[in-house]
């Protein structure tokens, strides 16, 4: 019973996240002005009925009821990626505010990676964001110590690759100085190797081994190793 209720509140956070991520990322929009949603490409004010999350892309087939203009698949993997980890997620966590970290942290790296992927640039909001779930995460799981140790590691190594290899862009730096919070060495270790991995393994698919035309934003990779990492700690 309690998942139908966390899926639900996940799909309507999924739903702020994709607002956070086109105000965040559109000249002259701030999270409170317009107070009201807007179609990107018309500009007409949408009703509750456009605003409902996962339904109304199925009902409008994906498009705007006004202009008719493609909305984004993002907006719906947002919404169902949310609402999948936070229904699950309720079922094998038991402590409230564990749980809630868990969520935080997962939103803000979902909200972080579509950002990238569609703009290359990541907001310093998400990053505060990150950090606040990911210390509150480090205080219920172990202690702040073991999670500072971890974040400082993983700051520093990440600042070298960024200073000496081009590639990785600084947003991925403080992306993992704030998950390190969350991890111990271990776990970060893990975390990068995953990340790493999956990120070859996409170049070698996606590109053939060629060199892509374009930067591949890398907080995607980063973040499902830092999930990776984080779930391991839940189990000790
Ligand atoms: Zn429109």
Redesign the pocket.
Same mark, same amino acid.
């Given at each position: 019973m309690w998942y139908i209720l966390a899926f639900v509140f996940g799909a309507i956070i999924g739903s702020f996240l994709n607002a956070v991520i086109y105000r965040l990322s559109a000249e002259g929009l701030t999270l409170w002005d317009p107070p009201y949603s807007i +179609?990107?490409? +018309?500009?007409?004010r949408l009703s509750w009925k456009d605003n409902i999350p996962l339904l109304s892309y199925i009902i409008l087939k994906g498009k +705007?009821?006004? +202009?008719?203009?493609k909305i984004p698949i993002r907006y719906f993997l947002v919404e169902l990626f949310n609402a999948s980890f936070y229904a699950i997620t309720i079922i094998f966590i038991k402590d409230f505010v564990l749980l809630i970290s868990l969520w935080g942290i997962f939103s803000s790296l979902l909200a972080i990676s579509f950002m990238d992927i569609e703009t290359f640039s990541i907001h310093d909001s998400l990053i505060i964001s990150l950090l606040i779930f990911s210390l509150l995460f480090s205080y219920k799981i172990h202690n702040l110590f073991y999670g500072s140790i971890a974040a400082l590691a993983g700051f520093l190594l990440f600042i070298v690759l960024y200073k000496f290899k081009k590639g990785l862009g600084f947003g991925d730096v403080l992306l993992i100085g704030a998950a390190g919070f969350s991890m111990d060495m271990v776990k970060l270790n893990i975390a990068i190797l995953v990340a790493a991995v999956i990120g070859i393994i996409y170049s070698l698919v996606a590109f053939k081994g060629y060199k892509p035309k374009k930067a591949i934003p890398f907080t995607p990779f980063l973040s499902v190793g830092i999930m990776v990492g984080i779930i391991l700690m839940l189990r000790r």
């Open positions: +179609c990107p490409v +018309c500009k007409h +705007c009821r006004y +202009c008719g203009a």
